[in-house]
């Protein structure tokens, strides 16, 4: 199955004033945040990759094209010069590099690559900004047996913020993090049918415009995680990967032999533990319109 990756974001959230590389460029341990992502999706048996590409796109093409297989596999080295390798990466990876425009919405990224996923019944997507341990085989096979457009990653709220309830005279009665409360984030790890694009309008962004218009119509379907799951939308977040790497203690690296099973959906707070009145408390939605950008 062939994987769509939205690369073409400017990520200013992610600047440190020192380098002006695309975010998916940012390193984590050896390797760039893209490869990451895409060797998660190599594990599950798709090497078929589309990189919708706008602000960086040279970076990312020169990374591929003088790719150092050396960096992660072992070799051997004979007379000082040959390399005999041991292993490879992108032996039997497929990648296909489309320039989508420096400031397209990502809607208009996918727009643009549809005449590559052409004869495609069902295709991947994702952000290329966030890593998880996601079972996607088990995405795949109950998006395959539905009858959706549209599959989405749910997951818990991932912001440390914390939401108040108060009186008319301003007194906080309570005080709870948003964490605790029954609501999920669109986590990215899209699954599609090809029927996506007759509700993809020119210009506007896949979330916002194409599946929230599935959403009414009962065609967006969405696959509860909450194991590891973490975008790499800031400086903050990316020192989190990166110190998880160096420990040695990666959930996202798959194929590294550390796991990929299910993990149990979380349990919502109790009615009574949230902040709304407790004769007014908000329904359970099974996603939060939580919109996330490239």
């Known amino acids: 199955m062939k994987v769509v990756l939205f690369c073409g974001g400017h990520g200013m959230r992610m600047r440190d004033g020192s380098s002006a590389s695309p975010k998916p460029m940012v390193m984590i341990g050896d390797r760039p945040l893209l490869w990451h992502g895409m060797r998660y999706y190599a594990h599950h048996g798709h090497t078929e990759f589309i990189l919708a590409l706008g602000y960086g796109a040279k970076e990312i093409k020169d990374y591929f094209l003088h790719y150092e297989e050396t960096a992660t596999n072992d070799f051997v080295l004979s007379g000082g010069r040959d390399v005999e390798l041991l292993g490879s990466d992108l032996a039997d990876w497929k990648i296909t ?38 079972p996607l085989h088990r995405v795949v096979d ?22 108040l309830q108060m009186d008319d005279q301003d007194q906080v009665l309570k005080l709870r993090a948003v964490s605790q409360f029954p609501l999920w984030e669109n986590g ?43 975008p790499a939308d800031t400086l903050k977040e990316r020192a989190r990967l990166e110190k998880l790497y160096q420990s040695g203690e990666r959930p996202w690296a798959v194929w590294e032999n550390r796991g990929d099973g299910p993990a149990a959906p979380p349990t919502p707070a109790p009615a009574e533990d949230l902040l709304a009145p407790v004769d007014e408390q908000p329904p359970t939605r099974p996603v939060a319109e939580i919109v996330r950008g490239d």
């Open 97 to 134: 590099f489309v320039d989508t425009g420096m400031h397209s919405s990502i809607g208009e990224r996918l727009r643009r690559v549809r005449p590559y996923l052409e004869g495609e019944e069902y295709f991947l997507a994702n952000y290329a900004d966030v890593l998880s341990d996601l």
């Open 142 to 163: 109950r998006f395959q047996a539905s009858d959706a457009v549209a599959s989405l990653t749910a997951v818990p709220p991932q912001s440390s913020f914390h939401v």
């Open 188 to 230: 990215g790890f899209f699954v599609f049918r090809q029927e996506l694009f007759d509700v993809l309008y020119p210009g506007e962004d896949l979330v916002d415009g194409a599946l929230v218009r599935l959403a009414e119509r009962g065609q967006l379907s969405a696959y509860r995680h909450s194991g590891f799951w973490m």
